[in-house]
């Protein structure tokens, strides 16, 4: 398999099907609106636009197989896996907001070798795969060099589901809030995600979160010189539904926040 040749396929596959996103977006109504869970939402778009992406998919790489967040193809645990959020924010989109964004990520033998990252609404598209540096459309990217939480920008967001740990949560959004530049929730954990690995935030953590909402974007994160972990510093982040991520130092001082509160 030429990595070049497939990464290459999968960003004129993004460019694609973010167009068709962005067409729907100008004639969406609300009555297109299905609720899968309280404040968890879904439409035709999320699911047309998974289609096309597994049909494209499958297309670059025939024996892959896929997790997918509206489970319009399965993982049937072949040596390529593809991980896909089709619309990562569909909040955001629904209500004509930016950011949301289409996540892909590959991975080989449970090893992830590809991450592309489209934020539809300012059309930034963020990619890398193994043998490539990170890119911001044509402009190559790293994490920032902040060493100092007050130096810093930050991301979070809020689980729809689960509020078990939201008392904990907040005691480290204030504590972040009062010693830093300030602290976002823009409603995209793939965009989020995307934006540490291009130096917009220093850091970034989220609890409630899933698969497909943060593979592309751990992977990015790390080749862009950052650390990705769990709430323990571990490495359970990828199905353990929480993730901390910035760059070393930062990633080091919020890692020791997130421990005394939560």
């Not at 969406?28 to 998974?50: H, L, N, R, W």
């Not at 890398?128 to 810093?152: A, C, F, M, Q, R």
């Not at 530049?181 to 130096?199: E, F, P, Q, W």
């Amino acid at each position: 398999m030429n990595l070049n040749e497939v990464g290459n396929s999968v960003l004129d596959l993004a460019k694609e099907v973010g167009e068709f996103i962005i067409e729907q977006g100008k004639i969406f109504t609300s009555d297109k609106i299905e609720e899968k869970g309280p404040q968890d939402f879904v439409s035709y778009v999320d699911k047309e636009a998974e289609s096309m992406l597994v049909k494209g998919l499958k297309e670059i790489i025939p024996e892959s197989g896929f997790i997918v967040e509206e489970n319009s193809a399965s993982n049937a645990n072949e040596d390529y896996i593809w991980i896909v959020d089709p619309l990562d924010g569909t909040t955001n989109f629904i209500h004509n907001l930016a950011p949301h964004a289409i996540s892909i990520a590959l991975q080989k033998n449970k090893k992830t070798v590809l991450g592309v990252i489209y934020e539809l609404g300012h059309k930034e598209l963020f990619y890398s795969w193994d043998g490539l540096p990170v890119y911001l459309n044509t402009k190559e990217i790293s994490v920032t060099k902040s060493t100092l939480i007050s130096e810093g920008l930050f991301a979070t967001g809020f689980s729809n589901s689960d509020h078990s740990r939201l008392t904990g949560h907040l005691k480290v959004v204030k504590k972040i809030i009062e010693n830093s530049h300030g602290l976002r929730r823009h409603g995209s954990a793939a965009t989020d995600l995307a934006y540490v690995a291009a130096g917009i935030f220093d850091g970034f953590f989220e609890y409630g979160l899933s698969v497909w909402d943060i593979a592309a974007g751990a992977y990015l994160v790390e080749r862009a010189g950052g650390k990705v972990s769990d709430y323990s510093g571990k490495d359970n982040y990828f199905f353990g539904r929480e993730m901390l991520a910035g760059n070393k130092q930062i990633h080091a001082e919020l890692l020791n926040i997130l421990k005394e509160n939560m």
